[in-house]
């Protein structure tokens, strides 16, 4: 049976969203069952169940979460919930001409899921808009790579 993977989208001008609609393409492609969610108004319940979540995300400000992520991500940090049935990856958008604050966003995300007790799959990819790549070419080949280590740890479990 297809996993269920939820990907959440933060984002402030529709960049992630994008990529996260290609690499949800891919997911299900690669034998998922993707369902997508943009960040708007979730709070951390989104999390609860048991499962496999994507994070993609921008960063904005002065290296904080995209507007529409700063509920869900207030949120965790308030109530650190137990997410030990939580496997998650993140794919996180920003920009090197803010070395100092170089895709905190997607690095805030990662960082508040790991106290929470989620366990992360692969390494945070972190695009670079100045670089010149394509952000939604990036994240097709990152997603499939992570898609493979998803299943190589599901069948390890099995
Ligand atoms: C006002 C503003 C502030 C930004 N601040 C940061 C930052 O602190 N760190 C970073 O790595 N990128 C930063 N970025 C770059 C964005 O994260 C990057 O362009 C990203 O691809 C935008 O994705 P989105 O359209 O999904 O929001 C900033 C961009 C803007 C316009």
């Not at 921008?58 to 049935?85: C, E, F, H, I």
């Not at 939604?136 to 599901?154: H, N, R, S």
Request: glycine share 12%.
């Amino acid at each position: 049976m297809a996993e269920k993977l939820t990907i959440l989208v933060g984002t402030m001008t529709g960049t992630a969203e994008m990529v996260a609609e290609e690499m949800s393409d891919a997911l299900a492609e690669a034998g998922f069952e993707p369902v997508t969610k943009p960040m708007d108004g979730l709070d951390a319940s989104c999390l609860a169940a048991p499962g496999l979540y994507l994070v993609c995300s921008s960063t904005y400000g002065q290296g904080d979460v995209p507007d529409n992520a700063m509920g869900l991500y207030n949120d965790l940090v308030a109530r650190k919930p137990d997410l030990s049935g939580v496997r998650y990856g993140v794919f996180s958008l920003g920009d090197r001409t803010y070395a100092e604050t170089f895709n905190f966003g997607g690095k805030k995300f990662d960082a508040i899921l790991e106290q929470c007790g989620a366990r992360r799959i692969g390494a945070v990819f972190t695009h670079d808009a100045s670089a010149g790549t394509v952000p939604e070419d990036e994240g097709v080949k990152w997603v499939k790579a992570w898609a493979k280590l998803c299943q190589g740890a599901q069948a390890e479990a099995a």
